[in-house]
């Protein structure tokens, strides 16, 4: 573990970056966390910064990785930056606008840490509810953006900018591989994906983001949401574009950057 001045350093560093709505320097904390574990800790600081609290657990959340052989990152979203579609981020402080579309997932039940340390892929369907589409508003408060170290962007909550959820519809089981995807950003040719979901499950990332989100032995209530990885990577956008990404057969999302 880094020192406890290393983490707060960092955390400070970020929470000037929203403060002042400007990016900082990277380099001189590029070694500063020494593991993931460093990072989910200044996250944590960060959320109690800007939460005033650190007590209500984590309504939404973000979890993925590029493959299910890869360690997963999760990261809670601040309340602030999750928005219903179709929705306006015109306003919203910004240094970089890279899109991620994505499906969500919402518990049915709570789960916990009990539950969550057993939990396997195949027993993961029943705790969820309703699924939905995501768009994953992909930001930066450090100057190297998704260039900067993985630790300090993973401090950076994954480097996430803001959450847009479309409609709700019940869950049920999919041919995850089938699964087309159409995203239209401005002026930009669409961008059309069957079953690139870097997982190729969403539920995939539950058991990981479950024993994650509980590992001080919290309790996961029902209702809790997690987005789950792009379908797309990170896809390039600038102001005043559209977004608008659509799941056959679960539904669509919208945003105006």
């Not at 959820?165 to 961008?191: K, M």
């Amino acid at each position: 573990m880094a020192p406890v001045a290393s983490v707060s350093a960092v955390a400070e560093a970020l929470l000037q970056a929203r403060r002042e709505r400007q990016p900082v320097d990277a380099r001189p904390l590029a070694l500063a966390l020494h593991g993931a574990e460093d990072a989910y800790a200044v996250q944590a600081l960060v959320a109690a910064s800007l939460s005033g609290t650190a007590d209500s657990f984590p309504r939404y959340w973000k979890s993925g990785g590029p493959s299910r052989e890869a360690v997963p990152t999760h990261a809670a979203l601040p309340l602030a930056g999750v928005w219903a579609s179709p929705a306006d981020g015109r306003d919203w402080p910004a240094n970089l606008r890279l899109i991620e579309v994505e499906i969500a997932l919402r518990l049915g039940r709570a789960v916990t840490q009990a539950q969550a340390a057993s939990l396997t892929h195949e027993a993961s369907a029943p705790l969820v509810d309703a699924m939905g589409v995501s768009i994953e508003w992909v930001d930066s408060r450090w100057q190297e953006g998704v260039a900067a170290p993985a630790l300090l962007k993973l401090a950076d909550l994954q480097s996430h900018g803001a959450l847009v959820l479309g409609e709700w519809r019940p869950f049920a089981p999919r041919d995850w591989a089938a699964q087309q995807v159409r995203v239209e950003i401005g002026t930009q040719p669409p961008f059309e994906r069957r079953g690139t979901h870097s997982m190729g499950d969403p539920l995939w990332v539950l058991p990981a983001w479950l024993r994650h989100a509980t590992r001080e032995g919290q309790t996961v209530p029902a209702g809790t949401v997690v987005t789950t990885g792009t379908w797309c990577g990170m896809l390039p956008a600038q102001l005043g574009d559209r977004v608008l990404a659509r799941f056959e057969g679960i539904g669509e999302a919208s945003l105006q950057l």
